[in-house]
């Protein structure tokens, strides 16, 4: 059993996708173990993209991830990380496969709806940046 971070990112709260989303991430068969609605302050934002604080896109990144409600999530199954990557399709919607949520769903490449973590160790570090041991129901 792996687990991923999920991030339902505030253009998608805001388009009323948070439905669409979970829908397609139970249709795949992972278990959501954890899920908290959160608006962002700047500071964990921040903390949040830190590897991500030399780009350009930085601040802009931070202004969007910070306009707006998110939804966060653990997600629970087989290979959960590699399987929630693949149903979000590439960073850039107009790179992402068909029937991604990211081809279907996203704006370009900074308002793209979904994040998730890149591999085991960034998703240790993601799930328990913002969540504790006690808020993941795991095993259901
Ligand atoms: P995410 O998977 O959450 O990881 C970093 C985020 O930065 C990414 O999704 C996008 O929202 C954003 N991002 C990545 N590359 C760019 C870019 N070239 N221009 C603007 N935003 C970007």
Request: net charge negative; charged share 25%.
């Amino acid at each position: 059993m792996e687990q991923t971070l999920a991030i339902i990112k505030p253009d998608g709260t805001a388009a009323r996708l948070v439905g669409e989303v979970i829908r397609r991430i139970e249709d795949e068969g992972l278990a959501i173990a954890a899920m908290r609605m959160e608006l962002l302050s700047e500071r964990k934002a921040e903390g949040f993209y830190y590897v991500h604080r030399q780009k350009p896109f930085f601040r802009s990144l931070i202004g969007f991830m910070t306009s707006g409600p998110v939804v966060l999530m653990v997600l629970e199954g087989e290979n959960a990380i590699s399987r929630w990557r693949t149903l979000m399709g590439a960073t850039d919607p107009r790179k992402a496969a068909p029937g991604t949520i990211r081809r279907d769903l996203a704006t370009d490449i900074e308002r793209n709806v979904v994040h998730g973590s890149d591999g085991p160790d960034s998703a240790v570090y993601e799930i328990h940046y913002f969540f504790k041991g006690d808020d993941i129901c795991s095993g259901t």
